[in-house]
């Protein structure tokens, strides 16, 4: 009775081992559907395949038939299946080894099937899907060891699906998604080890929905996304590992959502942002290890924001054809022009910041530590013309009004003066206004068209 005990157990394991085994070292590719339903017949016990998996054919509907595979050893690619309509099939799929690859599936709504994996060892690539509205299906995804790319899927409006995921190792890539409003639905993501990139997506309008992620190993780039106008969403960004980039985006407004980086190390860059007038949130950011690029942004009036990056961390200076910016005088900026082998590039600004001497003059202003000019006083027109008027905030009487010009030469002298003040033989240009109050001397710039 034993013996026939020990055989059965014995049969049981090999009947066992024969129905759950590697398959398939060479791949294998689908394209009908017929081949799907036929997989369990042509290859029975195949639930390990070692090789590659290819599924593409324009009558393939379902993959009921490839519901007993539960590991990949090489890629997945779902490819150009004009009438399927779900992964169901896919359902005891725990891993794959390589990369998975979901494109060009138009009738493809969800992803659900996929709910099995956990890690991607290598990438996740999601191209023109055209009828994708949801990522559901992916929610069990925890780290993708490569890149994931969303690409082209313009029905998608958020990244729902994805609330698990922690961990992108290579890139990041979101881009040309017609329908994407937000990034709601990377609420676990926590860091990024290469690029992040948003590129040409054309409704986003912020970036909510990465509110945990602290670290990006390479570049933020942020890339022709027309209708953003705000960035909020990367409150808990610390430190980017190599470059911030703001391209093209023509309807930024300000970096409100950059609140808490710290760190770059690789540069800063502004450039074609045609409406962004506000760097103010940026007043965390220590540190830059590169250059700073701030070229065609024709609203930008200030550089305020940038006053706490250290000097040594700047590499490189550009400050170019942004028609109203006048005002590059901060900390930073007049820390970096005092460094004798400075790199600096600052032309085709408005007055006050259209040249390295004008920005020099006025950092020589207001590193002298005095009053501020507004407290006691305010002058107008701005830019001025012939006649100058003081408005004095108390009453004072002004003991004396002096005029310098850029290069520090005393171009007006008054005693006593009284408003208006004429100031027609000034030529257009830069100056500094000293007004001296008993024993009270207070600066500013003067603009004069």
């Not at 559907?33 to 016990?45: L, M, V």
């Not at 950059?258 to 690789?266: F, H, R």
């Not at 590499?315 to 820390?335: G, K, M, P, R, Y």
């Amino acid at each position: 009775m034993k013996k026939i005990t020990i055989l059965f157990i014995l049969y049981i394991g090999f009947q066992t081992a024969a129905f759950s085994q590697g398959c398939l070292p060479d791949g294998i590719s689908f394209s009908t559907q017929t081949e799907i339903d036929n997989f369990q017949t042509n290859y029975p016990g195949c639930t390990e395949i070692e090789g590659w998996v290819l599924i593409s054919g324009a009558d393939i509907t379902n993959l009921d038939g490839l519901n007993n595979v539960t590991s990949i050893g090489d890629y997945l690619e779902i490819m150009d299946n004009s009438s399927l309509t779900s992964l169901n099939g896919l359902g005891s799929l725990t891993s794959i080894e390589s990369y998975l690859n979901i494109s060009n599936n138009t009738l493809l709504t969800d992803l659900t099937g996929l709910n099995g994996l956990t890690n991607i060892n290598y990438s996740l690539q999601l191209y023109s899907n055209n009828s994708l509205i949801s990522l559901t299906g992916l929610n069990n995804v925890e780290a993708i060891g490569g890149h994931l790319e969303i690409v082209g899927q313009d029905a998608l409006t958020n990244l729902s699906g994805l609330e698990s995921l922690i961990t992108v190792y290579g890139e990041f890539i979101i881009a040309q998604n017609n329908a994407l409003i937000n990034l709601v639905g990377l609420s676990a993501l926590t860091s990024v080890g290469m690029d992040f990139i948003l590129w040409k997506n054309n409704l986003l309008l912020n970036c909510q929905g990465v509110d945990q992620l602290s670290s990006i190993g390479e570049t933020l780039h942020l890339y022709k996304n027309i209708a953003m106008t705000t960035i909020s969403g990367f409150e808990s960004l610390t430190s980017v590992g190599i470059k911030v980039r703001f391209y093209e985006n023509t309807e930024l407004i300000n970096m409100n959502g950059l609140n808490n980086l710290v760190s770059i190390s690789g540069g800063l860059e502004f450039i074609n942002n045609s409406k962004l007038t506000d760097l103010t949130s940026l007043g965390s950011i220590e540190s830059i290890d590169g250059m700073l690029l701030i070229d065609n942004n024709i609203q930008l009036t200030t550089l305020s924001g940038l006053e706490n990056i250290s000097s040594n961390t700047i590499d490189s200076i550009a400050i170019t054809n942004n028609t109203t910016l006048s005002t590059c005088e901060v900390q930073s900026i007049c820390s970096y022009i005092s460094i004798p082998a400075a790199v600096i590039n600052i032309n085709n600004n408005y007055i006050g910041c259209n040249s390295e001497i004008e920005v020099d003059s006025m950092c020589r202003v207001v590193t002298v530590p005095e009053l501020e000019f507004c407290d006691y006083y305010s002058i107008y027109p701005i830019p001025a013309n012939d006649k100058l008027n003081i408005l004095s905030h108390n009453n004072t009487t002004i003991s004396n009004l002096t005029i310098y010009n850029q290069f520090g030469q005393r171009v007006i002298f008054i005693k006593s003066a009284s408003s208006p003040i004429d100031i027609s033989v000034l030529k257009p240009g830069l100056y500094i206004i000293e007004i001296l109050n008993g024993k009270t001397k207070l600066r500013d710039k003067l603009i004069v068209r």
